[in-house]
């Protein structure tokens, strides 16, 4: 017996209502930050997802059905030929304030059209101005967001899952916040993603060979009472002690690993639940390490791409960099890591940071 999608997706909708009532028994008072209508939107949203980003999907739409290496690349491009297929890079810009640093972004973007989207989830409570140039129309639907809590685990969602749906070139999604720079040109970034261009365009014919860039801990302190936050049994059974993970909410995920995001339902229902300990409550660093963790860690690098200085952090947020910092030393600085891998972003940075760091694009930036 077959059944049909859209039971399917009712029935997750009743599940949600059902954990909703049974968790406002357990724990009277506590408000989940996350409504049903939101929940119940955001399903329908990565339905779509799922089907847009399926291999059969994009086998069903192209008009080259005669040979298997076509149906390998996008559907859109398949019809385009290989000289237009190259795989993308899907920026996602997470923010709840003005993108200060659009113009760097600009320069970091110039010329590469045909190798990038942009995808932008502005909490519609704050104050934001869309920026012009490359970041026009790129503000897709967005919901409340609130820093140590899930409502910034289910925007990062959103955003994968737009840009899945937008456009079936994008390979690679970078989660990125307003207080990020780029460390490098964007050729140095595509290039040491995909390699050459033979190599990238080969990236659909093999992209189990492409990792996802997402910081991966297991030994840090206080882990403990990051997984008993919601309670000591809570996680049980989906997520055992020994598979919770923590790291750094900005990643580079592979397509791959972004369906398997927005496609996940058991952990989610899970990290969705409000914390008991707040003070020990980071959801968005705790679900997209253990959900990579649990699913393919060899798929994943472990170390995330975007440097955070945490020396001198104040209440749980990092060093801010101010406009006399910068500096040459600075981005070289900034640029190194443990991993084979140079850093290619950095947080966080104040808004007036922009001018010293524009003097500086050409020169020593973008330079590569």
Same mark, same amino acid.
């Given at each position: 017996m077959v059944t049909s999608p859209y039971v399917l997706v009712l029935s997750?909708?009743?599940?949600?209502?059902?954990?909703?009532?049974?968790?406002?028994?357990?724990? #009277?008072? %506590?408000?989940?930050?996350?409504?049903?209508?939101?929940?119940?939107?955001?399903?329908?949203?990565?339905?779509? &997802?799922?089907?847009?980003?399926?291999?059969?999907?994009? &086998?069903a739409t192209s008009t080259s059905t005669s040979t298997s290496s076509s149906r390998s690349f996008p559907a859109k491009f398949a019809r385009l030929g290989a000289r237009n297929s190259r795989p993308k890079i899907a920026f996602l810009? /997470?923010? @709840?304030? $003005?993108?200060?640093?659009?113009?760097? =972004?600009?320069? !970091?973007?110039?010329?590469?059209?045909?190798?990038?989207?942009?995808?932008?989830?502005? $909490?519609?409570?704050?104050?934001? +101005?869309? #920026?012009?140039?490359?970041?026009? *129309?790129?503000?897709?639907?967005?919901?409340?967001t609130e820093r140590a809590s899930p409502t910034l685990i289910a925007a990062a969602r959103r955003?994968?899952?737009? +840009?899945?749906? $937008?456009? #079936?070139?994008?390979?690679?999604? +970078? /989660?990125?916040?307003?207080?990020?720079? #780029?460390?490098?040109s964007f050729r140095y970034m595509? $290039? &040491?993603l995909f390699g050459d261009s033979i190599s990238a365009i080969? +990236?659909?014919? @093999?992209?189990? %060979?492409?990792?996802?860039?997402?910081?991966?801990l297991a030994d840090e302190p206080n882990l403990f009472e990051r997984y008993t936050a919601r309670g000591e049994q809570v996680m049980l059974p989906e997520v055992r002690f020994e598979q919770f993970r923590v790291g750094s909410q900005f990643f580079v995920l592979t397509k791959r690993h972004a369906l398997l995001v927005i496609e996940d339902t058991k952990l989610w229902k899970? !990290?969705?639940?409000?914390? /008991?300990?707040?003070?020990?409550?980071?959801?968005?660093?705790?679900? !997209?390490?253990?959900?990579?963790?649990?699913?393919?860690p060899k798929g994943c690098s472990h170390y995330?791409?975007?440097?955070? @200085? =945490?020396?001198?952090?104040?209440?749980?947020?990092?060093? /801010?960099?101010?406009?006399?910092?910068?500096?040459?030393?600075?981005?070289?600085?900034?640029?190194?890591?443990?991993? *084979?891998?140079?850093?290619? !972003? &950095?947080?966080k940075f104040t808004p007036d940071c922009l001018e010293p760091l524009m003097k500086i694009a050409d020169t020593v930036i973008f330079k590569d």
């Amino acid at each position: 017996m077959v059944t049909s999608p859209y039971v399917l997706v009712l029935s997750l909708m009743l599940s949600v209502s059902l954990l909703l009532f049974l968790f406002s028994s357990i724990h #009277p008072g %506590k408000n989940l930050p996350l409504s049903l209508r939101d929940e119940n939107d955001d399903l329908l949203l990565f339905r779509r &997802a799922s089907g847009a980003g399926s291999p059969s999907h994009a &086998a069903a739409t192209s008009t080259s059905t005669s040979t298997s290496s076509s149906r390998s690349f996008p559907a859109k491009f398949a019809r385009l030929g290989a000289r237009n297929s190259r795989p993308k890079i899907a920026f996602l810009f /997470l923010t @709840n304030s $003005d993108l200060s640093f659009s113009p760097l =972004w600009e320069k !970091f973007f110039s010329g590469h059209s045909r190798y990038y989207n942009i995808y932008i989830h502005a $909490d519609p409570s704050s104050k934001f +101005a869309p #920026p012009d140039g490359v970041f026009r *129309n790129r503000l897709f639907p967005s919901k409340k967001t609130e820093r140590a809590s899930p409502t910034l685990i289910a925007a990062a969602r959103r955003l994968l899952a737009e +840009a899945i749906i $937008d456009d #079936p070139a994008n390979f690679y999604f +970078a /989660l990125v916040s307003q207080h990020c720079v #780029p460390l490098h040109s964007f050729r140095y970034m595509y $290039d &040491a993603l995909f390699g050459d261009s033979i190599s990238a365009i080969k +990236a659909y014919i @093999n992209p189990e %060979k492409y990792k996802s860039y997402i910081e991966i801990l297991a030994d840090e302190p206080n882990l403990f009472e990051r997984y008993t936050a919601r309670g000591e049994q809570v996680m049980l059974p989906e997520v055992r002690f020994e598979q919770f993970r923590v790291g750094s909410q900005f990643f580079v995920l592979t397509k791959r690993h972004a369906l398997l995001v927005i496609e996940d339902t058991k952990l989610w229902k899970k !990290f969705r639940l409000p914390c /008991l300990n707040k003070e020990c409550c980071y959801p968005e660093e705790h679900y !997209f390490p253990t959900l990579l963790s649990m699913s393919d860690p060899k798929g994943c690098s472990h170390y995330t791409l975007t440097r955070v @200085n =945490w020396t001198g952090s104040f209440d749980g947020h990092p060093h /801010l960099y101010q406009p006399e910092e910068i500096s040459q030393e600075l981005v070289h600085e900034l640029r190194q890591s443990e991993s *084979n891998y140079s850093y290619f !972003f &950095a947080r966080k940075f104040t808004p007036d940071c922009l001018e010293p760091l524009m003097k500086i694009a050409d020169t020593v930036i973008f330079k590569d």
